[in-house]
Nanobody, 116 residues
Framework: QVRLVESGGGLVQPGGSLRLSCAAS????????MGWYRQARGKQRELVAT???????NYADSVKGRFTISRDNAKNTMYLQMNSLKPEDTAVYYC??????????WGQGTQVTVSS
């Protein structure tokens, strides 16, 4: 059974930082592109950042310069370092990964709340 498990969400004050993790487990042959989406209450899910196996990255304009996506291929784990957090970053954050031979898989989501 293949799983993606997120961790690291929580409550943080504006200007603070959090680091999210997404760990893949199971009989995985390889992992291609990984990424993070988020969904705020009452809004559509939006792409936050992606990272290829070759470590090429892409970010939404709203998080450029504040968020950093990275991965450790040896550990089948992806990270999202979030700095200078704003209230508008409040959302449920979901990770996804292209897992061979299973295709696109999603994590269960982790809540990030930015509030004073």
């Amino acid at each position: 059974q293949v799983r993606l498990v997120e961790s690291g969400g929580g409550l943080v004050q504006p200007g603070g930082s959090l680091r999210l993790s997404c760990a893949a487990s199971g009989s995985i042959l390889s992992i291609g592109t990984m990424g993070w989406y988020r969904q705020a209450r009452g809004k559509q899910r939006e792409l936050v950042a992606t990272i290829t196996r070759g470590i090429s990255t892409n970010y939404a304009d709203s998080v450029k310069g504040r968020f950093t996506i990275s991965r450790d291929n040896a550990k089948n784990t992806m990270y999202l370092q979030m700095n200078s957090l704003k209230p508008e970053d409040t959302a449920v954050y979901y990770c996804y990964a292209d897992l061979t031979p299973y295709g696109i898989s999603w994590g269960q989501g982790t809540q990030v709340t930015v509030s004073s």
